[in-house]
């Protein structure tokens, strides 16, 4: 089997998707994006296949080593998120080959489920208890939010007591026993994250997000001896490499790499045993696509230390075009009591309407992350 075309298509809402032909007709799709950087991320894939035209797509190991070490400049979002995008596809490719989902040719599952959450508060979070309490409607048994709007060097604590309001808002709303994780996005500098977290403990969160910016990830050492609730961070680390320091400095709990972003399935499979060793759990970062989500889902499968998987149904995001309409069997990821089902099917388990994305494609989108600015006009943190 050879590979004979790889094509890629920019869909709305923010989304990338890449299809990956072989001359035996098995088709394979990858998700390969960055947020906002759609149309880069299109262009890295198309520099790659000059090398993948006319290569066995089985040989998905060596293909990752080829597009990652043979390029003298390596890694970063651009870079590691065409890779991953190709490496989905492959994998697809692959499981579709042998007629099984992926996670069988990755030593088999090791659960048959795996709990959700579910968005509740965008960039401005208002009237959260009320969200909290329709999702968990819902049978959602966990939710996150963005804890806070952009916030200074040292800020007020008038938005300290806003996000910690709405926090217990939240509680109030739906009582001690559901899941709330807390993003604070990387918008929060090292001395207000230290407050919001001691503020925000009594309302036992399920973990706080990305409380710094990941190039500052030493202030995690600081920052989580203030608290017993669980850190979390990843969404912008890319590769294995990244993640060395910070599951040796013992100072995160949980990491979140993104499937799009951090070499597809082949390196987050990687990532998330380096975590196991040291007792570090996995919650998957994935705001995106359904090629995305079942990306995640197949490498969940056989992973013992992922416990929770975001996912982007009705998110704010998805406005007019969500991740149920690309794909033919909504049922896939269909939520009973706050868990989702391993996929059954070959390959990433989801069958793509191929019609409705070539249709999309041609709106295409121009997605592009807010700015924002403080009072003063210097730029805030997105």
Request: aromatic residues 10%; hydrophobic residues 35%; glycine residues 10%.
């Amino acid at each position: 089997m050879r590979i004979t075309n790889l094509e890629t298509y920019v869909v709305p809402p923010r989304w990338c998707f890449l299809k990956i032909q072989t001359d035996e007709g098995i088709v394979g799709w990858g998700e390969p994006v960055v947020e906002g950087r759609a149309e880069t991320v299109k262009s890295a894939v198309n520099e790659l296949s000059d090398y993948l035209i006319g290569k066995n797509p089985h040989h998905i190991e060596d293909h990752w080593n080829v597009m990652y070490r043979s390029g003298f400049y390596r890694g970063g979002p651009i870079l590691m998120s065409a890779i991953a995008g190709i490496d989905q596809a492959l994998w697809d490719i692959k499981g579709k080959f042998y007629d099984t989902p992926i996670y069988e040719l990755m030593g088999g599952a090791c659960r048959d489920s795996i709990k959700v959450y579910s968005w509740i508060g965008g960039d401005r979070p208002s009237d959260v208890g009320q969200a909290a309490k329709d999702v968990v409607d819902r049978g959602f048994k966990a939710v996150k939010m963005n804890g806070t709007e952009e916030m200074q060097y040292i800020d007020s604590h008038e938005k300290v007591e806003k996000a910690v309001s709405r926090i217990a808002g939240i509680r109030e709303a739906v009582g001690d026993h559901i899941g709330v994780g807390i993003d604070f996005h990387g918008r929060v500098h090292k001395a207000m994250a230290k407050v919001l977290v001691k503020e925000l403990e009594p309302y036992k969160p399920m973990f706080i997000e990305e409380p710094v910016l990941p190039e500052h990830n030493e202030a995690l050492r600081d920052i989580s001896s203030l608290t017993t609730t669980p850190i979390a961070t990843g969404e912008r680390m890319y590769s294995r490499w990244d993640f060395k320091d910070t599951l040796s400095n013992g100072y995160v709990d949980i990491i979140q790499p993104d499937l799009s972003h951090a070499g597809g399935i082949t390196e987050c499979k990687k990532i998330f045993t380096m975590a196991e060793a040291y007792d570090v759990a996995v919650a998957p970062h994935c705001p995106l696509g359904p090629i995305a989500l079942a990306a995640c889902l197949q490498t969940d499968a056989t992973s013992h230390n992922a416990f929770i998987q975001e996912q982007s149904l009705g998110i704010h995001y998805n406005n007019g075009s969500d991740l149920l309409d690309y794909i033919q069997d909504k049922s896939v990821f269909d939520y009973n009591n706050g868990y989702v089902a391993m996929p059954k099917g070959p390959g990433l388990g989801i069958e793509i309407n191929e019609e409705h994305v070539k249709k999309m494609a041609e709106e295409g989108h121009r997605w592009r992350n807010p700015v924002w600015r403080h009072k003063d006009g210097t730029v805030a943190e997105w």
